[in-house]
Nanobody, 119 residues
Framework: QAQLVESGGGLVQAGGSLRLSCAAS????????MGWFRQAPGKEREFVAG????????YYADSVAGRFTISRDNSKNTVYLQMNSLKPEDTAVYFC????????????WGQGTRVTVSS
């Protein structure tokens, strides 16, 4: 069982940047594929970015590709989401998620961190 804790959310103006962090515990970090999801007010949770557990390629939703970057620091058991050129439509609660290598579903979730982008 993995536990995930997000941090780094806040209020930022359009065009600005934020970096979200997610610290993982309870599982060997290298055994986890990490991802970021978000849920905007009144909308369903959507995939944002993901990264393989052992140097796998990063992949992104079309809506954030070119602006967001996912990375991980295995020595700190932490995954990051660098968000640049933020838009008001990026406003959402952002969730860190993890799945075990070889499994298809993200089944470990953090509590979420709120990101608000003003016009």
């Amino acid at each position: 069982q993995a536990q995930l804790v997000e941090s780094g959310g806040g209020l930022v103006q359009a065009g600005g940047s934020l970096r979200l962090s997610c610290a993982a515990s309870g599982r060997t970090f290298s055994s986890l594929v990490m991802g970021w999801f978000r849920q905007a007010p009144g909308k369903e949770r959507e995939f944002v970015a993901g990264s393989g557990g052992a140097g796998g390629s990063a992949y992104y939703a079309d809506s954030v590709a070119g602006r967001f970057t996912i990375s991980r620091d295995n020595s700190k058991n932490t995954v990051y989401l660098q968000m640049n050129s933020l838009k008001p439509e990026d406003t959402a609660v952002y969730f860190c998620a993890a799945r075990l290598l070889g499994q298809n579903n993200y089944n470990y979730w953090g509590q979420g961190t709120r990101v608000t982008v003003s016009s």
